[in-house]
């Protein structure tokens, strides 16, 4: 597992589909995750602390977790299948033990800004979806085994695999990706 932070969310300038941009903590490695407009929010309302009148669905659960005597420990994402990520939360009881709870990475990412849990990702989820930007051009690349130690190369097949993915990184804005603070972007801004 390495650990992640939250760079960004972003919004596609062609579709405006959204999506989080999650950089790993020790490298410059970038991991982009697609999200629906809720998610999009809750995540960039707790990040600017912006207050709500009610609690959002995501604080409502962060709520029911506690009250029933547990406190998500971290979440994992997991697997990357069809384009589709996968998640889990990491579940402390107060009585001892601890437990697994499938989620879609948005939700997770979510409850852990709430929760101040760390986020991880599974080497091989990197592997396949992660990039960095090429120092030269600013663009996105495929990260390789030369970008850092842990990471392995991918090869020419994944690479025409994941082409509709790379299609869809290459219709974001990513200026002043890696730039201090979270930050929601859309239309070539950031949050």
């Known amino acids: 597992m390495i650990e992640m932070c939250i760079d960004s969310i972003r919004v596609s300038l062609v579709n405006q589909q959204r999506v989080v941009i999650l950089k790993e903590k020790t490298a410059d490695r970038y991991l982009p995750i697609w999200i629906g407009p809720a998610e999009a929010d809750a995540i960039a309302i707790k990040l600017q602390q912006i207050p709500v009148s009610r609690p959002l669905t995501h604080d409502l659960l962060s709520s029911v977790i506690t009250t029933l005597g547990a406190r998500i420990s971290f979440i994992d994402i997991t697997d990357l299948q069809s384009d589709t990520f996968y998640a889990k939360l990491i579940l402390d009881f107060n009585s001892g033990g ?19 849990a760390p986020i991880y990702a599974e080497e091989p989820v990197l592997d396949h979806a992660g990039f960095i930007l090429d120092k030269q051009t600013g663009e996105p690349r495929p990260a390789t085994s030369q970008d850092t130690v842990r990471s392995s190369a991918v090869g020419e097949d994944e690479l025409k695999r994941l082409s509709a993915f790379s299609d869809f990184i290459s219709t974001l804005d990513l200026d002043g990706l890696g730039k201090d603070k979270p930050s929601e972007k859309g239309e070539g801004e950031g949050v």
């Open 98 to 116: 601890q437990v697994e709870v499938d989620s879609r990475p948005s939700d997770a990412i979510a409850l852990a800004i709430r929760a101040q």
